[in-house]
């Protein structure tokens, strides 16, 4: 069974860090570009970053670049967002998800998902 | 970075067809026919509904179909049901960087 599980969600404050996992199983993990995706309470979908299969190239939305590291073990089947210096508009679900392209570039069609972790930023 | 741009709402009636739109630029939606959609209802992880503009995973009903003309993409809806009712979002890849950009959202409703 193809199945996405993050955690690492909570409440933090500003300035602060926060480490989400996302483990993975039913599929061959070091053959798929991953995906971070970001929803803010009762808003929309907000792209945060993708890393390739091979970790060989990673790349941010503007609004986390320089704050946010993606990274992933493939031995470990995991995925990986360090996010760092945490502001209140960081405040959302984040979700992991799956490219569905194989050892290629990601092209944002993303196939599998997680059920989402919380992280919330407030003082 | 901008936003896609989607109408907030859309509605139809049982057995109808809707459009939604998904309006990008030449950098975006118009240079690349990655576009996908996702239909989201309350309190779920988003679902991959087309890819590459107009491609339907396994399992997605062929009454969900997507195109492309210029700088904006659609998808159709057809035969409206009531499980059809959800939220629905465009991405586009982006190019440069290779970023990836949401649309807003659209609300369907099916009266």
């Known amino acids: 069974q193809v199945q996405l599980v993050e955690s690492g969600g909570g409440v933090v404050q500003p300035g602060t860090s926060l480490r989400l996992s996302c483990a993975v199983s039913?599929?061959?993990?070091?053959?798929?570009?991953m995906h971070w995706v970001r929803q803010t309470p009762g808003k929309g979908l907000d792209w945060v970053a993708h890393?390739?299969?091979?970790?060989?190239?990673?790349y941010y939305a503007d609004s986390v670049r320089g704050r946010f590291t993606i990274s992933r073990d493939n031995s470990k089947n995991t995925l990986y967002l360090q996010m760092n210096s945490l502001r209140a508009e960081d405040t959302a679900v984040y979700y992991c998800?799956?490219?569905?392209?194989?050892?290629?570039?990601?092209?944002?069609?993303?196939?599998?998902w997680g059920q989402g972790t919380t992280v919330t930023v407030s003082s | 970075q901008s936003a896609l741009t989607q109408p907030p709402s859309a509605s139809g009636s049982p057995g109808q067809s809707v459009t939604i739109s998904c309006a990008g630029t030449?950098?975006?939606?118009?240079?690349?026919?990655?576009v996908s959609w996702y239909q989201q209802h309350p309190g779920k992880a988003p679902k991959l509904m087309i890819y590459?503009?107009?491609k339907r995973p396994s399992g997605v009903p062929d009454r969900f179909s997507g195109s492309k003309s210029g700088n904006t993409a659609s998808l159709t809806v057809s035969g409206l049901q009531t499980e059809d009712e959800a939220d629905y979002y465009c991405?586009?890849?982006?190019?440069?960087?290779?970023?990836?950009?949401f649309g807003g959202g659209t609300k369907l409703t099916v009266l």
């Open positions: 998800a799956r490219d569905s392209v194989i050892r290629q570039v990601p092209k944002y069609g993303m196939d599998v």
């Open positions: 039913g599929f061959t993990f070091n053959s798929y570009a």
């Open positions: 890393i390739w299969h091979d970790e060989s190239n990673r």
């Open positions: 030449s950098s975006d939606v118009g240079a690349y026919n990655y």
């Open positions: 590459e503009v107009s």
């Open positions: 991405i586009s890849y982006a190019g440069s960087n290779n970023l990836g950009v």
